[in-house]
């Protein structure tokens, strides 16, 4: 049966991938981006018409998050994918030097707003079906593999597994199924060209493991395909 399926960042990389698997299937997506209007989901939105949904939404604005609540609200959805991300200065994030304002923006894309909008959009979690919020983290943030570096991203996908895994378990009780996924090493703008698997790939595994989640899977952390990391 289609269902209805939000994704953040959905405008280029993981988030568009998502978005194209899932109208290819016949789902319902809710795209939201900070320029939903332009690009390719503009182009996707001319072909899909009526099952695809652009939503203009700054994950770190309080002001636009409140605005796209505004525009949901009473449509159920399916599943949430908190999707959008940043990577950070590829050359100051070093245990030797740091650009600390660039490590809060990474903090306010990667942890706060997942948290953001999950609030905001739990009422529509909660009137669809589906009940599950999936957010795409990193192996990066994983303590254990002796990790070095990238240390503004890296500790903002630690926190993220920790902000949400708080919040799945105030949300068991309404049977939300709280899922946190590496997506692997995607060709994207932040994973580059010489990564290891095409966005459609990553998007293809997402979508079959969150579509075979259930509460058993409630606060775990797994790849794309479904295997188990440690924290
Ligand atoms: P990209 O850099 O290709 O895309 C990032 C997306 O996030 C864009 O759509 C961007 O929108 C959006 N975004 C950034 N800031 C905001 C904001 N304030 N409000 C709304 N959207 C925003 O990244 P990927 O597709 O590679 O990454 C997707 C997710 O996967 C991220 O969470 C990332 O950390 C994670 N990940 C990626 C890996 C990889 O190898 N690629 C590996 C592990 C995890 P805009 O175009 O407006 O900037």
Do not use: C
Not at 5 to 19: P, Q, V
Not at 98 to 118: H, I, K, Q, S, T
């Amino acid at each position: 049966m289609s269902q209805t399926w939000m994704i953040t960042g959905a405008n280029r990389g993981i988030g568009l991938a998502l978005t194209m698997e899932l109208l290819r299937r016949g789902d319902h997506v809710i795209a939201a981006a900070r320029d939903p209007w332009g690009g390719a989901l503009a182009e996707l939105a001319g072909v899909h018409v009526g099952e695809l949904t652009p939503l203009e939404l700054d994950v770190t604005s309080d002001e636009s998050v409140a605005a796209a609540k505004r525009a949901l609200a009473g449509r159920p959805l399916d599943v949430l994918v908190n999707n959008a991300g940043l990577y950070g200065p590829r050359d100051r994030q070093s245990a030797f030097e740091m650009d600390f304002d660039a490590w809060r923006e990474v903090f306010e894309v990667n942890v706060y707003a997942p948290l953001r909008v999950a609030q905001a959009f739990l009422p529509n979690i909660e009137a669809g079906s589906g009940r599950k919020i999936a957010t795409i983290s990193s192996r990066m943030g994983s303590l254990g593999g002796n990790p070095s570096g990238a240390i503004a991203y890296r500790s903002s996908k630690t926190a993220v597994n920790m902000v949400m895994v708080a919040f799945g378990n105030a949300v068991r009780a309404s049977e939300i199924a709280v899922l946190l996924f590496h997506p692997g090493w995607v060709q994207t703008d932040m994973g580059g060209g010489g990564a290891d698997i095409p966005a459609t790939e990553s998007a293809a595994g997402l979508i079959e493991t969150i579509d075979a989640s259930g509460m058993a899977e409630t606060n775990s952390f797994r790849t794309w395909k479904g295997e188990t990391i440690p924290w």
